[in-house]
């Protein structure tokens, strides 16, 4: 059975600072992979989606990365923002049609 | 253009009561799928309807069921209601399902049971 986990499982910083969070498969089979952001009680954004013939994508401050050899993959927010505050959630695509969560990094910035 | 919408936002049901939930997936996408979050179990997959065939099925009791319409929009039933299926239930859309698409979420129903 796929078992994504993510660390920090929590992790507050100060307005400006750039920061990783990380992701990782037991089964490295993965074919893509997507990071979503939740807010308190809504639903999810995806944020990037890295398809099975990339190992990276990249939007504004955001950039993801994906080691399948490993079953590894890392978010790395520059220049964070008290709007960046949120739940990150990556998800792993196998050979089924459905995703793997993982079980969250709950980011806080401080103004 | 349009989003996920997923009907109703909230609802309260009494336990041994059964409740229907409502998705809408984005014009042309054909995939729906269902997820369940809670704050123990984080985001599990219920399963996921393409073309109104249930092409695949998370690790969930007969209680939970779904279809999907020719207009690809789809519902899905829990029945006798329990407690420990209160819950954020989300749904999914997708072009197809199938590998290099990505996934929308809706904004999710907020299931109470008591």
């Known amino acids: 059975k796929q078992e994504v986990t993510q660390i920090p499982a929590a992790l507050s910083v100060p307005e400006g600072e750039n920061l990783v969070l990380n992701c990782s498969f037991t089964d490295s089979a993965i074919y893509n992979l997507q990071w979503f952001r939740q807010d308190p009680g809504k639903g999810l954004t995806s944020l990037l989606l890295i398809q099975s013939s990339q190992r990276e994508q990249t939007s504004g401050r955001l950039n993801a990365s994906l080691d399948k050899s490993s079953g590894r993959s890392t978010l790395y927010i520059a220049a964070s923002q008290p709007g960046d505050s949120a739940t990150y959630l990556c998800?792993?695509?196998?050979?089924?049609?459905?995703?793997?969560f993982g079980t969250g990094t709950r980011l806080t910035v401080i103004p | 253009k349009a989003g996920v919408t997923q009907t109703p936002r909230y609802l309260i049901k009494t336990r041994g009561q059964q409740v229907t939930l409502s998705c809408s997936p984005i014009?042309?996408?054909?995939?729906v799928s269902w997820y369940q979050q809670t704050p123990g179990q984080g985001l599990q997959f219920l399963f996921e309807?393409?073309?109104?065939?249930?092409?695949n099925k998370g690790n969930f009791p007969g209680r939970f069921s779904g279809r999907q319409f020719s207009n690809s929009r789809s519902e899905m039933n829990v029945s006798t209601l329990e407690l420990g299926d209160s819950a954020l239930y989300l749904c999914?859309?997708?072009?197809?399902?199938?590998?290099?698409?990505?996934?929308?979420f809706g904004s999710g129903t907020r299931l109470t049971v008591v």
């Open positions: 998800a792993g695509q196998t050979g089924a049609n459905n995703l793997f």
């Open positions: 014009s042309g996408h054909r995939s």
């Open positions: 999914a859309s997708s072009t197809t399902g199938r590998h290099d698409y990505g996934y929308t």
């Open positions: 309807y393409f073309s109104e065939t249930q092409r």
